[in-house]
């Protein structure tokens, strides 16, 4: 099966400096990645949606000069949370989809990432 | 809006069977789909429907009634690692997926 690779896995950082997190696709091109935050005991939240060579698409209230997405490459895109603040501490999962537009219909989800902001 | 129900929490016991019951308002269908969470993981995934009908897949299988809005997931002989959270999702008309808040199993002994 696909793979999904995060990196970090959890991390702890101070208030105010910034944090990247690398998701990639281990064995497979994914040419659509999403972003997603989780709260304890909450569903997951599209943050961004970002496809290879383009600029993400947020979703509605998320900050996008706070929650820098690159997706440079068909197997890489990070997420960079500047200026963290403990607000942000949070899991953060990826997913990769492959194939073309809408016609893959597997997302393949990365472990996480343990955000922590002190 | 788009809106997912699925019950917040259910408790069963090993050995037992239970049906995890989803219902979906979204714009457009393009799939419907169940996850697996376990505490501190991220969600796997288990099954996909996008026709009316069950698709078995071992101890798991999942259903679909399009023209309902609706979808179950069973869980058979159930085993002690089944405790977990299961998430139902819908791909809307724009592929993007709409999630469940899911619904949180405990399994007794």
């Known amino acids: 099966g696909a793979v999904v690779s995060q990196h970090p896995s959890r991390v702890i950082c101070k208030s105010g400096t910034s944090v990247k997190i690398e998701c990639r696709s281990l064995?497979?091109?994914?040419?659509?990645m999403f972003w997603y935050r989780q709260f304890p005991k909450k569903s997951l939240m599209l943050m961004a949606t970002?496809?290879?060579?383009?600029?993400?698409?947020?979703e509605q209230g998320v900050e996008k000069d706070k929650f820098l997405i690159n997706h440079a490459s068909l197997t890489l895109s990070t997420l960079t949370v500047t200026s963290a603040h403990p607000e942000d501490s949070s899991f953060y999962i990826c997913?990769?989809?492959?194939?073309?537009?809408?016609?893959?219909?597997?997302?393949?989800f990365g472990p996480g990432t343990r955000l922590t902001v002190t | 809006g788009q809106n997912i129900d699925q019950p917040t929490e259910m408790t069963a016991t090993e050995g037992a069977i239970v049906q995890i019951n989803c219902t979906y308002q979204?714009?457009?269908?393009?799939?419907l789909f169940w996850y697996q969470q376990h505490a501190g993981e991220a969600p796997t995934f288990l099954s996909y429907n996008v026709l009316d009908g069950l698709e078995e897949k071992g101890r798991f299988s999942s259903f679909l009634s399009r023209s309902k809005g609706y979808s179950y997931l069973l869980l058979k002989e159930l085993q002690m690692k089944d405790s977990a959270s299961y998430l139902c999702a819908v791909r809307d008309s724009n592929y993007q997926l709409i999630w469940g808040a899911g619904t949180k199993l405990i399994i007794k002994p």
């Open positions: 979204t714009s457009g269908f393009n799939g």
């Open positions: 997913s990769a989809r492959r194939g073309i537009g809408g016609m893959s219909y597997e997302q393949y």
């Open positions: 064995d497979f091109q994914a040419t659509t």
């Open positions: 970002s496809n290879e060579g383009s600029k993400a698409t947020y």
